[in-house]
């Protein structure tokens, strides 16, 4: 930064500078002293950056800049299954990661492809992974001695953009166990 004085004297004393940073009309960064200053904006949002000049005499002066930060989309989804091989009746479970740099919360919404309906979950602010989901296949796959389920995953952000994935579980029939019952 720099600052102009019609008074040598004051420009000779060189100035101070003072910054601030608002997002959407709030304090967002407690600011700087000095002639450069950075931030890393945390989310979408229309920021304003203000800049005051302050001569040896205490006059001074500001000037604003201000820019729109868009959300980006989550990328980079990666999941990872306990098991990738289950007997009917059997259970797995999803983990998995994802990148976003911005601390958005995120919903997962998981389709495990067996016409259970979709299952949500949501993230807390910033989060980028998770565990512990757990789903259990009550039938292998409809005529076939065994087969795979295809498990969708979408990463929703709160702005709703978005990523998804997939991966897959065999699941196999298992025998039935006769029983003779005598009378």
Known sequence: ASAFDPSTADTQANFGFLWSVTKDNSTFSAGGTGDSFSFTPGTSGNYTVTLTAIDKDGGQSS??????????????LQL??????????????????FTDPGDDTHTLTINW???????????????TDFSG???????????????????????????????NATTQVEVDNVAPTPTIHAN
């Open 80 to 97: 990872t299954l306990s098991s990738t091989h289950i007997s009917e009746a059997g259970n797995t479970t999803l983990s998995g990661n």
């Open 113 to 127: 492809g067996d016409n259970t309906g979709n299952q949500t979950v949501n993230l807390d602010p910033g989060q």
């Open 63 to 76: 000037t604003t800049d201000s820019f729109t930060v868009a959300d980006v989309a989550p990328s980079n």
């Open 133 to 163: 989901i757990t789903h259990t296949y009550d039938d292998n796959p409809a005529g076939l001695p065994n087969g795979n389920f295809t498990i969708s995953v979408t990463v929703a952000g709160q702005h709703l953009e978005s990523t």
